[in-house]
């Protein structure tokens, strides 16, 4: 199974026609798509998707504010939404269903940046959903606007408690997966404008679903017409995982 996760930054706008075959190159059998929005050039994208098999959709738009971020859900296999008591509040902001072929259930997350006063209390909503989690395999993935201190950062920018997330996902048996497969290796999924990189996209896999995870990598696909431009496609990397 191939997950690709994305945030394809404003809704893909002229870029989405060159996003839509980026995605099927990468053959996924399941996407996860940030700032997904309701206007044309996100719904073409979920036309693409389902004309090459994820039929299966499900998103957080709404309809009424076409020019605000969501999250799109798609899959091969059909899709239930998984109902919880107690999740991120965020509106559009978080997205869970479980896959119907593998049982795995696949949550769909856009952490708000620091400076909006809200990171903290979606990080203690996904930790204390992570320490009741009780139904099997699963996963967190998407644009956490989050990393670990240095290691995730050409700057400093991430703080304590930040990293005290990562480390708290991590007794509660939820890894983050890259770091699961490359502990020491520096990658990053997004720049600033002074160019300074940092890795903001991850997957968190729990302990019934790690030893399926065979690959973690994060792809930057080239627009057409600009080759050498790292973002002409979107602001940040694909993140793309396979499981046996």
Same mark, same amino acid.
């Given at each position: ?16 026609e ?20 309701s ?7 979920a036309a693409?998707?389902?004309? +090459? ?13 076409p020019?605000?971020?969501g ?5 091969r296999?059909p899709?239930k939404? *998984?109902?919880?008591?107690a ?17 795995? #259930?696949? #949550? ?19 930790? #204390? ?11 967190f993935?998407?644009?956490? +606007?989050?990393?670990k201190s ?10 304590t408690s ?12 939820w ?18 404008h002074?160019? +300074?990189?940092?890795?903001?996209d991850?997957?968190? *896999? ?9 690959? =973690? ?6 627009h ?6 790292r ?8 993140? =793309?995982?396979?499981f046996?």
């Open positions: 199974m191939r997950l690709v996760a994305w945030n394809i930054r404003a809704g893909g706008g002229k870029r989405a060159h996003i839509c075959e980026a995605l099927r190159s990468l053959a996924p059998d399941i996407v996860v798509l940030s700032e997904y929005r206007g044309p050039p996100s719904r073409s994208i693409a998707l389902a004309a +090459n098999g994820l039929t299966a959709q499900i998103d957080t738009l709404n309809e009424l504010k020019n605000v971020n999250l799109l859900l798609a899959s296999a899709l939404r *998984v109902p919880l008591r999740k991120p509040s965020e509106p559009g902001r978080w997205l869970m269903a479980r896959e119907a072929e593998t049982g795995i #259930a696949i #949550a769909g997350m856009h952490i708000p940046n620091q400076h909006t006063g809200r990171k903290q209390g979606y990080h203690a909503s996904v930790l #204390a959903l992570a320490k009741r989690w009780r139904s099997g395999p699963a996963l993935v998407g644009d956490t +606007n989050s990393g240095d290691l995730d950062e050409e700057r400093p920018v991430f703080i930040t990293d005290q997330w990562f480390d708290d996902l991590a007794a509660a048996n890894h983050d997966g890259f770091r699961t497969l490359h502990p020491d290796k520096r990658e990053y999924t997004w720049y600033s002074k160019q +300074n990189g940092f890795r903001l991850q997957i968190f *896999v729990n302990a019934a679903l790690l030893p399926t995870l065979r690959a =973690v990598r994060h792809i930057w696909p080239p057409p017409d600009q080759p050498a431009r973002d002409g496609l979107s602001d940040h990397a694909a993140l =793309v995982a396979d046996a």
